[in-house]
């Protein structure tokens, strides 16, 4: 069984984290690490007391939680680096205990990159908002048109081997990283499958979906990324 290493961006998510990680299957991966997006509350504290390895990220951003993590796991010695990099949201949307499914492409080398797909799966009434659903469709149909990928979704759960990760290079500090990852895969060949994933409303509100800001700056960054990459 290759060596797996879970990354959660966190910032504020003290009520859900500990819930997330406990989800996680016992002795699955060798490590679950929390990124500590500059929380004001308590996310930190929660998320070790839950088991995880916390490290701290004062610059806001997912993104930049990402590569924090990534530079975390890919930095371990040989005897400890792990092959594959699970990355799932803190708010308790995912659900976690589906990643035993979600990394079984890479497993069996059928894949480099796992895509959970929240628009193949099952969704909680509520759990995406309107905007959400029209940005992963207009993203995707993007995607589709300008590189010849058949994606359905930028969802935060997935899985890819660390080697492709880092081959990709990922820049992205902030909203464009998912969709980065993906334009970025397309364009380099990289095999890729897509699961269904359920999906459900998370706890607390969304700093991204939740305000007009959030999605108008999100939107606006997934597009442009989309472009960049080209």
């Not at 995707?140 to 930028?154: E, K, V």
């Not at 290079?169 to 095999?191: F, H, L, P, S």
Request: aromatic share 8%; charged share 20%; net charge positive.
């Amino acid at each position: 069984m290759p060596r797996i290493n879970v990354i959660i961006p966190a910032y504020n998510e003290e009520a859900s984290i500990a819930k997330v990680v406990k989800a996680i299957p016992a002795g699955f991966v060798q490590e679950v690490i929390v990124v500590n997006n500059n929380s004001t509350d308590r996310t930190a504290q929660v998320a070790a007391a839950a088991g995880a390895t916390v490290l701290h990220q004062p610059s806001p951003g997912y993104g930049n939680a990402c590569l924090k993590g990534i530079a975390h796991a890919a930095a371990k010695p040989a005897e400890t680096r792990p092959d594959i990099i699970v990355f799932l949201d803190g708010d308790y949307s995912d659900y976690p205990e589906e990643m035993v499914r979600l990394v079984q492409p890479l497993v069996q080398g059928q894949a480099e990159m796992v895509i959970g797909s929240r628009a193949l799966g099952q969704r909680e009434k509520g759990s995406m908002m309107p905007q959400q659903v029209f940005g992963n469709w207009l993203a995707t149909t993007l995607i589709r048109l300008l590189y010849g990928a058949r994606f359905t979704d930028l969802g935060p759960f997935r899985a890819i081997k660390l080697d492709t990760l880092l081959a990709l290079g990922m820049r992205d500090r902030n909203y464009g990283w998912t969709v980065e990852m993906q334009a970025k895969a397309a364009k380099q060949r990289i095999r890729y499958t897509e699961l269904p994933v359920s999906y459900r409303r998370r706890i607390g509100v969304s700093k991204v979906s939740g305000t007009v800001k959030g999605s108008v700056m999100a939107g606006y960054k997934i597009i442009l990324t989309i472009f960049k990459y080209l």
